[in-house]
């Protein structure tokens, strides 16, 4: 099943950090930090402006975004668990 977001909203699929130190120490789920980094698996065609015209999302599919830390909604769709959140929710792009 795909899905395919609305408006300026994104679909991303949270990168979830090592649970393990580079020193080798386990970090228990209650000690981590929520994620704030996911990966563009589809966007919304956009905001429609009061002029009837579609601003473009300023994000692709494939990218690996930095977003506010408790922004969005998770859903579950073939029993992996992806995140919906606004474009505006977007603090920036991390590039190679």
Request: proline share 4%.
């Amino acid at each position: 099943m795909k899905i395919r977001p609305i408006g300026d909203r994104i679909v991303i699929k949270v990168i979830e950090d090592t649970a393990q130190t580079e020193g080798g120490i386990f970090i228990p789920d209650s000690a981590k930090e929520k994620p704030q980094k996911g990966e563009v698996v589809a966007v919304g065609e956009g905001k429609t402006l009061d002029s009837g015209e579609k601003a473009p999302v300023s994000v692709k599919v494939g990218e690996t975004i930095i977003y506010e830390k408790y922004a969005g909604r998770d859903i579950k769709i073939d029993g992996e668990t992806l995140k919906i959140l606004s474009t505006s929710d977007v603090l920036g792009v991390l590039e190679a």
